[in-house]
């Protein structure tokens, strides 16, 4: 099962599901709700690369032409019937109330990164008195003297990089949540990389996004590097557990 949507009749959305055998995505439908699926085995699908980017590529192929609730990667049904009684009847209304939410609406995803580090990270020593003073005592002493004080300057340089990260990520992306209905922050691993977020946007807000982020490199030229992410399933808002 690859997500839900508001549509009464069958649906081929072609050979694409997951596996790799051709596999049709199709609908098994209650009313005016269907569940998109494809054949697969009875058992759980690994988490690989592979398999999670055809569940997306799959949801995104359907989100062409419908508002999608994605459901979680490797769901699965044995029947047809089972999706109905246990998934689209019980749960028909709450489907339909987000479906109807997010209607109007699209998840877009921005990372932003800082271009050059070496810059960044003077930046850092420049800021704070400790570091500057103890990097001055650690320069007049010689090599086999400073091992543990080379390590303790580098957790001070990382907790000083880690708050001008949180300090200048949040800067950036207030005025990007001032124009979305809600916001995802995800933690970032690179010591490039400040922030990563996932937007919900009214879709007739988009056009303003889309300045707001553009500003971003207008307004600090060379600093910094994005990543923006065009409209991607929903799955940080809404994603179904069955």
């Known amino acids: 099962m690859y997500c839900i949507i508001e549509c009464a009749s069958p649906k081929n959305f072609g050979p694409i599901g997951i596996g790799g055998r051709g596999d049709e995505l199709t609908t098994v439908t209650y009313r ?6 494809s054949h697969s085995p009875i058992s759980e699908h690994r988490v690989s690369r592979e ?3 055809a569940h997306q590529s799959a949801i995104e192929t359907v989100m062409k032409e419908y508002p999608v609730l994605p459901i979680r990667f490797s769901t699965i049904a044995e029947t047809e019937e089972e999706i109905i009684e246990k998934v689209l009847k019980p749960r028909y209304e709450e489907f339909q109330k987000l479906l109807a939410w997010l209607g109007d609406k699209k998840e877009l995803g921005l990372k932003v990164y800082w271009q050059e580090m070496k810059a960044i990270l003077n930046e850092v020593v420049e800021a704070d008195e400790s570091i500057k003073s103890f990097r001055a005592q650690i320069q007049k002493k010689s090599q086999n003297q400073i091992y543990y004080d080379q390590i303790e300057i580098g957790k001070m340089m990382e907790k000083a ?4 990260r949180k300090k200048e990520g949040e800067f950036l992306i207030k005025p990007l949540k001032e124009l979305a209905e809600d916001t995802k922050v995800h933690t970032t691993y690179l ?3 400040i922030v990563s977020v996932a937007f919900l946007v009214k879709k007739t807000m988009e056009p303003q996004f889309d300045q707001a982020v553009n500003r971003i490199q ?5 600093r910094h590097r994005l990543n923006y992410i065009g409209e ?3 799955v940080n808002f809404v994603n179904i557990v069955i």
Request: charged share 20%.
């Open 32 to 37: 005016n709700l269907s569940a998109v699926v």
């Open 51 to 53: 398999n999670t980017m």
């Open 232 to 234: 991607a399933p929903p």
């Open 161 to 164: 990089l880690n708050e001008k």
């Open 218 to 222: 207008e307004d600090f030229p060379g």
């Open 191 to 193: 010591p490039e990389h």
